[in-house]
């Protein structure tokens, strides 16, 4: 029911009443609590935007040790606050600097409540950081403090969180060595890495003392990392474990410090790095996966690119696992690895390789061409900051050295910092010997090399065909050592060699720097003498020097005699080294001279090459002379395929040149004698050569029979053609024409009253001789029997047929006068003869001797010593024949037809029987006593003798005689 205002009052409830009081009471205290709340917001907020923000901002800088410039607060709450944009600002030695668009900060204000201590963390929005590394090596040069502030409320930053940050680190281009000297890396590295979206957080605990982190971001040049550490302040202790996929090879360096230095490629893995007080050891332990990188080793010179493979990190040492790459352009197999304490222990092996490779790897400037593949296995050893390499070589198949081919060769070396030696080389040609040799090459700004080498029985012929040589001597087995010096742009080669088997044994030294090779002390043992020489060769051009002693020019043609002597230079150029270019001068002596000259000769000459690109060389000879000799003028030679002498044009002059020295052939019989002086040219081919010039003929004579002192006149000689001879006195002449085969054209001989006169007709000469002596021929048929020559004055008509010089076939009538053989003389012979075969034969033939007429014929073989003959005679005289064969006693007939011997003037030496000094008349009845004594003792003699002597028979006679002759047969003769 309701009550109307009006109503009357009814007292109230107990209940009621309460419950309005309660509400009332609710109502005050809830508005007091509602403006205690609200008063203690509004302190709250003061609180922690004038109290608590500047608090936290100290305590950063604080805990940091460096300032940290704070953004005002841009949003409270009672579990937070975020302040504005803020920054670590760089120091004056420290450039690390941090800009954050914002930092979020988290509390608990509850704590206060029960504690004075207010932890808090903090947050940074989209930080910007860069951070460089310090000359120590040290990124981290911000110290975080312990917390030991004195305010009523003591913040403590307990965790930094990161949020959609950016990291740029700064690596250090110098750092400080042990000694404390600041110097550049030894292998630059990657000086700057950027990486994104960076997130994460560190934990600060016990204080501050120690400090985790954990961090990921992608750096700007690809890849995924994350970083995670574990630092403990108060004992140094620090672990960090870097985790990557696909990271730039040289980010590891910037984040790790190893001995070794990734220069390009990807890595992919993870490690632990620990790190105690400064002088304890890094620790390293892990597992990287490298793909295409290189890497650099400080003190090894070359970079190891295009690796592959895992390294295996365990403690101090770092392990390679197949891992295969290239040293400097050298394919290799890399195994083994490095301690960090212990130094390098890396095993590569190289498969295969070319030595153009391994020379340009190496940076070496060899002064000869090199080719060849090779294999081997090199070993990386030493301290970290002093490794070596020591390594083996092997050709794999056969290499080539300039023009030379080895079947095998191998060496050893070692490479350190300082130089590459090499401790071993050995080289065997595949003509056989064998090379071996050592040296060093001295590393640095100034680059020296010094090698030895000795070749042993080297195929000298062998190794001239390879660089296209064939000379016609044999240079049998060659040894020779060698000595390489000098820095790489002064390179110098001193070799000496010796071919002590070749045909003409030789030694000698060469030297060579750069394009300059001189050759000294060249000694070549040539026919028993010795040629020596030295020479250089410069910028292409080369010239030499030669002394030549003693060679014995019979050891190269029968023809030549005596012994050559002689100086000469030469020069010529690399760009054309054909004879045409070359050029040469020089001074010869033959000492027993050549061809016609007997006598030493001197000759100068001058080559002077092809000019204008002519096929034909010209060696001109200066002068040549000899005693009664001298020559001017040219030589010509081709000089295509086998250089040939082509052509002569020089100027001669004979003097007093011996006659009987001339290549005239005669028979043994004919002496020449006299002196012959010549003026003229020889000209044209060696095989047409033409001679033409004045002739004088001195004291000229064949045999006894002497010319006039002076013949002068011309001679002619054209090969295959003619020659011909003019030579006149006042009374006497010399001229005959021969044709290109040497047969007679014509003749005309005379000498006082002789006269020969002929002419030629086809093979036939015909020939007159007049008042010809025949002692001249000097022909004596029977010495056997103790004979004189054949003596007598010829006259006759001679039909001579020359088709066959060796054999030719002679017709003839002759008229002898006073012929004579030997002591048998006769007044007269006549007859006609023909010589076929060897054989003469006498036809018609009249021998007259005093009152003695004899018909003659018979024939002679001259080769086969026999003759027979058949005389006749109608009107002979024994008288005749006894004074012929001088028998004038019988004791002369035993020596048969024997030349007699006569008893010397000193054998009838006479007695003195008159008396000089005795009056005249005394004298002749001297006289008159001897000749009547002499005539005693003839007529004594006479009676006691029973047969009369020879001398005594005389008579008339006629008959026919046969005889016949042959060797080791008695003279057989018939009396008819």
């Given at each position: 029911m309701t009550n109307s205002p009006n109503s009357g009052r009814q007292p109230e409830n107990p209940p009621t009443r309460r419950r309005r009081f309660l509400i009332r009471a609710g109502l005050l205290t809830g508005g007091v609590a509602l403006i205690g709340a609200i008063a203690a917001g509004l302190y709250v907020r003061q609180f922690i935007q004038e109290k608590l923000a500047p608090l936290i901002a100290e305590s950063l800088s604080d805990t940091l040790n460096r300032p940290v410039n704070v953004g005002g607060v841009e949003r409270i709450s009672l579990v937070?606050?975020?302040?504005?944009?803020?920054?670590?600002?760089?120091?004056?030695?420290?450039?690390?600097?941090?800009?954050?668009?914002?930092?979020?900060?988290?509390?608990?204000?509850?704590?206060?409540?029960?504690?004075?201590?207010?932890?808090?963390?903090?947050?940074?929005?989209?930080?910007?950081?860069?951070?460089?590394?310090?000359?120590?090596?040290?990124?981290?040069?911000?110290?975080?403090?312990?917390?030991?502030?004195?305010?009523?409320?003591?913040?403590?930053?307990?965790?930094?969180?990161?949020?959609?940050?950016?990291?740029?680190?700064?690596?250090?281009?110098?750092?400080?060595?042990?000694?404390?000297?600041?110097?550049?890396?030894?292998?630059?590295?990657?000086?700057?890495?950027?990486?994104?979206?960076?997130?994460?957080?560190?934990?600060?605990?016990?204080?501050?003392?120690?400090?985790?982190?954990?961090?990921?971001?992608?750096?700007?040049?690809?890849?995924?990392?994350?970083?995670?550490?574990?630092?403990?302040?108060?004992?140094?202790?620090?672990?960090?474990?870097?985790?990557?996929?696909?990271?730039?090879?040289?980010?590891?360096?910037?984040?790790?410090?190893?001995?070794?230095?990734?220069?390009?490629?990807?890595?992919?893995?993870?490690?632990?790095?620990?790190?105690?007080?400064?002088?304890?050891?890094?620790?390293?332990?892990?597992?990287?996966?490298?793909?295409?990188?290189?890497?650099?080793?400080?003190?090894?010179?070359?970079?190891?690119?295009?690796?592959?493979?895992?390294?295996?990190?365990?403690?101090?040492?770092?392990?390679?696992?197949?891992?295969?790459?290239?040293?400097?352009?050298?394919?290799?197999?890399?195994?083994?690895?490095?301690?960090?304490?212990?130094?390098?222990?890396?095993?590569?092996?190289?498969?295969?390789?070319?030595?153009?490779?391994?020379?340009?790897?190496?940076?070496?400037?060899?002064?000869?061409?090199?080719?060849?593949?090779?294999?081997?296995?090199?070993?990386?050893?030493?301290?970290?900051?002093?490794?070596?390499?020591?390594?083996?070589?092997?050709?794999?198949?056969?290499?080539?050295?300039?023009?030379?081919?080895?079947?095998?060769?191998?060496?050893?070396?070692?490479?350190?910092a300082d130089a590459l030696t090499f401790d071993s080389i050995q080289a065997t040609p595949t003509s056989g010997g064998g090379v071996t040799g050592r040296g060093v090459v001295r590393l640095g700004d100034r680059q020296t090399v010094a090698f030895n080498f000795r070749g042993q029985d080297l195929a000298g012929d062998a190794i001239a065909q390879e660089y296209g040589s064939a000379p016609n001597f044999t240079i049998g087995s060659v040894a020779a050592t060698a000595q390489i010096s000098g820095t790489y742009d002064n390179i110098q080669t001193v070799a000496q060699w010796q071919a002590p088997q070749a045909t003409y044994p030789a030694r000698g030294t060469v030297r060579v720097a750069g394009d300059w090779v001189q050759f000294q002390d060249t000694a070549v043992l040539v026919a028993g003498g010795m040629v020596r020489g030295n020479g250089e060769l410069r910028q292409g051009v080369w010239n030499a020097a030669v002394q030549a002693s003693g060679i014995r020019l019979n050891q190269f043609s029968a023809d030549l005699r005596g012994l050559l002597s002689g100086t000469g230079r030469l020069s010529g150029s690399l760009a054309d080294s054909s004879l045409a270019a070359i050029r040469a001068e020089g001074n010869l002596r033959f000492s027993e001279g050549i061809a016609l000259i007997d006598q030493p000769l001197n000759a100068a000459v001058t080559w002077l090459g092809a000019p204008g690109g002519s096929p034909s060389g010209r060696l001109r000879v200066n002068s040549a002379t000899a005693p009664g000799f001298s020559a001017n003028g040219f030589v010509f030679a081709q000089l295509e395929g086998t250089p040939e002498i082509t052509n002569l044009d020089l100027n001669v002059r004979l003097q007093d040149y011996p006659v009987a020295a001339l290549p005239i052939p005669t028979p043994e019989q004919i002496a020449l004698r006299g002196n012959a002086d010549f003026s003229g040219k020889l000209t044209g081919a060696l095989d047409a050569v033409n001679v033409a010039g004045n002739l004088r003929l001195n004291q000229a004579a064949v045999n006894q029979v002497a010319f006039e002192s002076a013949l002068d006149g011309t001679f002619q000689y054209r090969a295959n053609q003619f020659t011909r001879l003019d030579v006149r006195g006042d009374t006497d002449r010399i001229a005959f024409n021969l044709d290109g085969a040497n047969r007679p054209v014509s003749f005309y001989v005379q000498q006082g009253d002789t006269i020969a006169t002929g002419r030629g007709q086809g093979d036939r000469l015909l020939a007159d001789l007049q008042n010809f002596p025949l002692s001249i021929l000097n022909f004596a048929p029977t010495t056997a029997y103790g004979l004189g020559a054949i003596e007598g004055q010829l006259n006759g008509r001679f039909d001579i047929n020359l088709a066959n010089l060796e054999n030719p076939t002679v017709l003839g009538e002759v008229a002898i006068a006073r012929p004579a053989l030997g002591y048998i003389n006769a007044d007269q012979l006549t007859g006609n003869f023909r010589y076929v075969n060897g054989i003469a034969v006498l036809n018609q033939g009249e021998l007259v001797r005093a009152n003695s007429r004899y018909q003659l014929s018979g024939s002679f073989n001259a080769a086969a010593t026999q003759f027979q003959g058949q005389v006749t005679t109608e009107q002979g005289r024994i008288e005749d024949i006894l004074t012929a064969f001088q028998w004038f006693d019988l004791s002369d007939l035993s020596r048969g037809i024997n030349s007699p011997t006569y008893a010397s003037a000193a054998d009838v030496q006479a007695s003195g029987v008159g008396r000089p000094g005795d009056r005249f008349i005394n004298q002749l009845r001297r006289f008159s006593e001897v000749v009547a004594l002499r005539n005693q003792l003839v007529a004594a003699r006479q009676d006691a003798s029973i047969i009369p002597d020879l001398s005594q028979l005389e008579g008339g006679f006629s008959g026919n005689v046969e005889v016949g002759f042959r060797p080791k047969r008695a003279l057989r003769w018939t009396l008819a």
């Open positions: 937070g606050l975020r302040l504005g944009a803020s920054a670590l600002p760089p120091l004056k030695n420290d450039a690390d600097q941090v800009k954050v668009e914002a930092i979020e900060v988290g509390f608990n204000l509850l704590e206060l409540l029960w504690s004075r201590d207010l932890h808090f963390d903090i947050t940074l929005v989209r930080p910007d950081a860069f951070i460089d590394q310090d000359e120590d090596g040290q990124w981290f040069k911000t110290k975080i403090t312990t917390n030991e502030s004195n305010n009523w409320i003591r913040p403590q930053l307990d965790e930094i969180r990161v949020q959609e940050g950016r990291l740029a680190l700064a690596a250090a281009k110098q750092l400080r060595d042990e000694t404390g000297e600041i110097e550049p890396r030894p292998v630059p590295v990657l000086t700057n890495v950027e990486v994104q979206n960076v997130n994460g957080s560190v934990t600060l605990q016990d204080n501050n003392q120690r400090i985790r982190f954990n961090v990921t971001g992608n750096p700007q040049t690809g890849g995924e990392m994350r970083l995670r550490g574990d630092i403990n302040q108060a004992t140094e202790a620090k672990k960090l474990t870097v985790e990557g996929q696909g990271l730039l090879a040289p980010t590891v360096n910037v984040l790790v410090p190893l001995p070794v230095t990734f220069l390009t490629g990807r890595a992919s893995g993870k490690l632990e790095i620990t790190l105690g007080k400064e002088e304890d050891p890094l620790l390293l332990n892990g597992r990287v996966r490298f793909r295409d990188g290189a890497m650099k080793i400080a003190a090894v010179p070359k970079t190891f690119n295009r690796l592959n493979g895992t390294v295996l990190f365990q403690d101090q040492r770092i392990t390679f696992q197949d891992a295969q790459g290239r040293y400097g352009e050298i394919p290799t197999r890399v195994s083994g690895g490095l301690d960090t304490e212990k130094g390098y222990d890396i095993s590569l092996r190289v498969p295969k390789v070319s030595a153009a490779t391994l020379l340009k790897t190496f940076d070496l400037n060899s002064p000869f061409a090199v080719a060849g593949i090779f294999g081997g296995n090199v070993q990386v050893s030493g301290a970290i900051d002093s490794p070596k390499l020591t390594g083996v070589a092997t050709s794999l198949e056969p290499a080539k050295v300039d023009q030379l081919t080895f079947a095998k060769a191998n060496t050893r070396f070692t490479l350190t």
